[in-house]
């Protein structure tokens, strides 16, 4: 199956900072999406962008489809952007593969 | 509001018995899964359906039981066969893209239910 690998990790950072975190995958997909998943174990939809560039606040997300790769853009980023952030991915419809998340602590 | 709304949120059940958790979805969404997350992991798919009375198992179904009798619903029974059910449960629905027929994709999730086996 198609294979989903997320990085960092895991990430610190100060409360202001930017950060970038990374989803690659490889197989050709025709969705995909970014998630945040908060300390109560909620997922919250951030991005369906299975290609090009969207914005929300803070939060921007890009997805190059031809070269496999995705990239979550946080910038002054706050406390409450803390948890785990998940990218998934279909290559046919219906079964969403995730990545393993990457772990973010914003400290005060 | 429109949502999905999974219950009970904690559960507890001993060892050898069956416990079935409720999905039930107001958001005229076709397609109903579930997946599974174990502490410090992703997500792994348990069952999915796409239309009422039909379903196909994921990648972790051994264990699990599902039905699909009406659009709104999609229970999901952990039954005493499966060997680790201690986890956390949750469940999604994704829509048609409209005028197409084809399923977007893009899922939108339940709070989840967590299972603890005694």
């Known amino acids: 199956g198609i294979q989903v690998e997320q990085s960092p990790p895991d990430l610190i950072l100060q409360e202001g900072a930017n950060s970038t975190l990374r989803c690659n995958f490889s197989?050709?997909?025709?969705?995909l999406q970014w998630f945040h998943q908060n300390p109560w174990g909620q997922l919250i939809n951030l991005f369906y962008?299975?290609?090009g560039t969207k914005q929300n606040g803070r939060l921007s997300a890009t997805t190059v489809a031809t070269e496999r790769y995705s990239l979550l853009y946080i910038s002054s980023s706050q406390t409450t952007d803390s948890g785990v952030y998940f990218c998934?991915?279909?290559?046919?419809?219906?079964?969403?593969?995730f990545g393993a998340g990457t772990q973010v602590v914003v400290t005060p | 509001d429109g949502g999905i709304t999974q219950s009970p949120k904690y559960l507890f059940r001993k060892e050898g018995q069956n416990v079935t958790l409720s999905c039930e979805q107001n958001?005229?969404?076709?397609?109903m899964y579930w997946y599974r997350q174990d502490p410090g992991q992703g997500l792994r798919l348990i069952y999915y359906?796409?239309?009422?009375?039909?379903?196909q198992k994921g990648d972790i179904a051994e264990g699990y039981s599902v039905s699909r009798e009406k659009k709104e619903s999609f229970p999901l029974t952990v039954t005493s066969a499966q060997k680790n059910p201690t986890a956390f449960y949750l469940c999604?629905?994704?829509?048609?893209?409209?005028?197409?027929?084809?399923?977007?994709?893009?899922?939108?999730f339940g709070e989840g239910s967590r299972l603890t086996v005694l």
């Open positions: 962008i299975p290609s």
């Open positions: 958001l005229n969404h076709d397609a």
């Open positions: 998934a991915v279909n290559p046919s419809w219906g079964k969403l593969q």
């Open positions: 359906s796409q239309i009422v009375n039909d379903f």
């Open positions: 197989d050709s997909v025709n969705n």
């Open positions: 999604a629905s994704s829509m048609r893209k409209p005028g197409t027929g084809a399923n977007t994709g893009e899922l939108f």
